[in-house]
């Protein structure tokens, strides 16, 4: 016991240099059983005590159960029922206070638990629904790319169209208006061969004056007669 009180003194001094008071609360309680069973039972009393007054303060739970248990374990050796019922009862207050914390943490990790599901449920939906609507985007999208291609050859399909009836219908013009000069050319022809057959005629028939005279000499000759 000697040998483990040197040792816990060195680790209390470990743990004060690195200004860990929980683990100082912890190894008292180890320091005050060392001297317990040394014998030493006042420097057993005063580790516990000042164990559990730390572990009050830092609210270290496991380093407060460690030390009532040393104290209830020193008034008992030492016949001091009262205060071994007072520390007695504080421990069990304790487990339960410690009973109910771990209840309270079970329920709030169940609570938290229940939450991140049903955030997940949310999170799902919502990816679910943002799927959606990107599908019902890409649908649109599509309709709207085709709509769009379809109106283009309904354009191109209808250009073509009117470009071929504007070709017909300039080969039409083009044909009417050669007729046209054809029929124009042959009532020219025509019209040249009746004036030239008109002059001939006129030039193989005498003249008015001709006619005249020769009416009028002929008149002359049956008076004489």
């Known amino acids: 016991y000697k040998e483990a009180i040197g040792v816990v003194k060195q680790s209390i001094a470990v743990f004060e240099s690195l200004g860990s008071r929980q683990g100082v609360a912890l190894r008292l309680s180890s320091l005050g059983k060392a001297y317990f069973f040394?014998?030493?039972?006042?420097?057993?009393f005063d580790a516990f005590k000042k164990g559990y007054e730390l572990a009050?303060?830092?609210?270290?739970?496991?380093?407060?159960?460690?030390?009532?248990?040393?104290?209830?374990s020193y008034y008992e050796d030492a016949g001091d029922y009262r205060n071994a019922f007072f520390i007695q009862k504080e421990y069990h207050r304790l487990n339960d206070s410690i009973s109910n914390a771990e209840k309270a943490t079970q329920l709030s990790a169940q609570q938290q638990a229940f939450?991140?599901?049903?955030?997940e449920k949310i999170q799902k939906l919502m990816d679910e629904k943002k799927e959606?609507?990107?599908?019902?985007?890409?649908r649109q999208q599509a309709i709207i790319t085709w709509s769009v291609i379809i109106g283009l050859l309904l354009v191109i399909v209808f250009?073509?169209?009117?470009?071929s009836r504007y070709r017909v219908t300039q080969r039409q013009k083009s044909i009417i208006e050669e007729q046209k000069k054809i029929v124009e050319e042959k009532n020219k022809d025509i019209l040249d061969s009746i004036h030239y057959a008109q002059r001939i005629q006129q030039s193989l028939l005498p003249t008015d004056k001709y006619i005249h005279k020769s009416l009028s000499r002929l008149g002359t000759d049956r008076s004489i007669r």
């Open 38 to 44: 040394n014998g030493e039972k006042q420097k057993a």
């Open 56 to 72: 009050r303060t830092t609210g270290y739970w496991g380093a407060l159960q460690e030390s009532m248990d040393g104290l209830l």
């Open 115 to 119: 939450e991140m599901r049903q955030q």
């Open 132 to 138: 959606s609507e990107h599908r019902a985007e890409i």
């Open 159 to 163: 250009s073509f169209f009117l470009f």
